[in-house]
Each structure stands twice: as structure tokens, then as C-alpha cells.
């Protein structure tokens, strides 16, 4: 799932960059920033949503952190296409997602 390189710049400090697959085998279709909570969650022609937890630091010396949450089969794909959008709730952890196999579906941790 994550894959680390370290560059070594001319300055005095080296960077380490972290690169995260948010999608494994097919195109990613939609992405959703939660507004108050610490979530994102991306969508894919596969069918699949992926939750994770996210934060950037003050310190841009700092990696981000990206931590998977969920992988979840939302939508049936049809060859090409499985979830046309993902979009959270303003207040709440729930994820709202549409689908090529024309659902909508509700998603909520109980």
C-alpha cells in the first residue's frame, strides 16, 4: 500500500516523500474531503470506496498521514464504470454514494 523514496535536496535537509495507492486497479472517479472530521474517502470504476483518516501537519517538514480506515464494495461495476460520486454528510461520518447501477447508498459507522 505505501511505497517511500527519500530525495537528498542541496540544502541541508533530506525529504522523504510517501506516495499511498488511493485506488488499486482501476480509475478513480470521485474523491470527498469530510468538512469537520479528519476523513476522505475516494470512489473507483471498480465499485469500491476507500475511507481513510488524514492529516497534514504545520510543519511541512512533516509527512502527512494517511491511514486507511475502510475498503468498501459500494456499487456494482459495469466494466467501465462502478461509483459515480461520493460526497459526506456536512455534520455527520456518514458517506452518501451514487452508482452506474443506479443506487444511491448510505454509509455509517454503527
Known amino acids: 500500500l505505501t511505497h517511500t ?11 522523504t516523500h510517501t506516495h499511498t495507492n488511493i485506488c488499486t486497479r482501476t480509475g478513480l472517479k470521485s474523491v470527498s474531503i ?3 472530521l479528519p476523513l476522505f474517502a475516494t470512489g473507483g470504476e471498480d465499485g469500491m470506496v476507500y475511507v481513510f483518516h488524514g492529516m ?6 512533516d509527512n ?3 491511514v486507511p ?12 464504470d462502478g ?8 455534520t455527520q461520518p456518514w458517506l452518501l454514494t ?5 443506487t444511491i447508498r448510505l454509509f455509517c459507522e454503527t
Open 34 to 36: 469530510h468538512k469537520r
Open 98 to 102: 451514487c452508482g452506474v447501477d443506479k
Open 56 to 61: 497534514v501537519y504545520n510543519d511541512l517538514m
Open 5 to 15: 523514496s527519500t530525495h537528498t535536496h542541496t540544502h541541508t535537509h533530506t525529504c
Open 69 to 80: 480506515l475502510k475498503r468498501i464494495h459500494a456499487h456494482t461495476c459495469d466494466g467501465t
Open 83 to 90: 461509483v459515480m460520486d461520493c460526497v459526506f454528510h456536512p
Open 64 to 66: 502527512p498521514l494517511i
